[in-house]
């Protein structure tokens, strides 16, 4: 029971070029969820899923997009990666069961836009 | 729209000693859920104590217990006997469990909890 991994750790971009973080998680949570960790700013949302196939936008969408093909994954792509973008990206995903919920966090992934 | 704002930045404690940190947040749904997650150096983060809005009464965890004013949209966590284990930062968050926005969570800026010994 590996709970929520994300692919890669670490990674260096050049400005413009593009990728793709994986999060997959064990637990059949329908809810996930992609943050970015910025000094100060603390965990902004960057789009989210309600459920297979579904996706929504957060709080700073720009620059990124998400799919949700399985359930147990979410990907979240940069296009053209920017400086602006160097930051620590956490992936969750939440129990829901009518009453209780509680989100569980993927161990981050630290990416550098050079 | 949805937002969860920690005013406090940093807070020190000593050992032994009770501290409280802050939190407020703007919505306009009924059904909502609120927490707070510690996240110690390692970067992992760890549910502390979660509050129902429908709940008057207010949640409790060991040393760590809620203030939930719902009217003023207020969420303080009080950590009582602070220990050094406790040093971490933490972070106040808003799930939206209804309406346009159903299962949005959202987080505070968070506050960086020293503890001295």
């Known amino acids: 029971n590996a709970g929520v991994t994300q692919t890669p750790k670490f990674r260096v971009l050049k400005t413009g070029q593009s990728m793709t973080l994986l999060c997959a998680q064990d637990m059949n949570h329908e809810y996930m969820y992609w943050y970015r960790q910025d000094p100060g700013m603390g965990l902004r949302l960057i789009h989210y899923?309600?459920?297979?196939?579904?996706?929504a936008k957060g709080e700073v969408p720009d620059g990124y997009n998400v799919s949700r093909l399985k359930k147990q994954n979410f990907l979240l792509g940069l296009e053209s990666a920017a400086p602006s973008q160097t930051s620590v990206y956490f992936c969750a995903s939440r129990t829901w069961n009518g009453v209780n919920t509680e989100a569980f966090f993927g161990q981050g992934t630290r990416l550098t836009v050079v | 729209a949805q937002t969860v704002t920690q005013s406090q930045p940093e807070m020190s404690v000593q050992e032994a000693e009770t501290v409280t940190l802050s939190c407020t947040y703007d919505?306009?749904?009924?059904?909502?859920?609120l927490f707070w997650y510690k996240q110690p150096p390692s970067r992992q983060m760890i549910l502390v104590i979660r509050?129902?809005?429908?709940?008057?009464q207010n949640a409790t965890e060991n040393r760590f217990s809620v203030n939930f004013q719902k009217a003023a949209k207020s969420f303080s966590l009080k950590i009582s006997d602070s220990q050094l284990g406790d040093a971490a930062m933490y972070f106040c968050?808003?799930?939206?469990?209804?309406?346009?926005?159903?299962?949005?969570?959202?987080f505070g800026q968070g506050t960086i909890l020293t503890v001295h010994p």
């Open positions: 968050a808003y799930l939206n469990a209804g309406g346009t926005s159903y299962g949005k969570l959202t």
């Open positions: 509050q129902e809005a429908y709940k008057q």
């Open positions: 899923s309600v459920g297979e196939g579904t996706t």
């Open positions: 919505t306009s749904e009924s059904d909502y859920y």
